[in-house]
């Protein structure tokens, strides 16, 4: 599987930003998805997943309320609707995947195999 994410860009503080990511290689349908990301000098960090089901989804707590993650399996994508972005949501912003769900483990890097190359999010003050 290769992903690709896209989408990001420079927003005021208060803005609204949608990234996307595409997956191409193999039939998309049964992966876990997910949202990471890393700021500068930071440790990438968890944003949001979605589950195969389409239905069951998990936020962080900086996510929750503010983020939507949604997938559209026919065409193969996962996307992260993101608003009253803060400066703090600077970061590059990473789309991962796996074939297993992790259950419990959704906020864990470890447990997604395939990851894009992420696409860069700027939030100004």
């Known amino acids: 599987v290769q992903l690709q994410a896209s989408g990001g860009g420079l927003v005021q503080a208060g803005g609204s930003l949608k990234l996307s990511c595409a997956a191409s290689?193999?039939?998309?349908?049964?992966?876990?998805m997910a949202w990471f990301r890393q700021a500068p000098g930071k440790e990438r960090e968890f944003v949001a997943a979605?589950?195969?089901?389409?239905?069951?989804?998990y936020y962080s707590e900086f996510a929750e309320g503010r983020f939507n993650i949604s997938r559209d399996d026919a065409k193969n994508s996962v996307y992260l609707q993101m608003n009253d972005l803060k400066p703090d949501d600077t970061a590059v912003y990473y789309c991962?995947?796996?074939?297993?769900?992790?259950?419990?483990?959704?906020?864990?890097?470890?447990?997604?195999?395939?990851w894009g190359k992420g696409t860069q999010v700027t939030v100004s003050s």
């Open positions: 991962a995947a796996d074939p297993y769900e992790p259950y419990t483990g959704w906020r864990l890097q470890s447990n997604y195999g395939y």
């Open positions: 290689g193999r039939n998309f349908r049964p992966y876990a």
């Open positions: 979605a589950a195969r089901n389409g239905v069951d989804r």
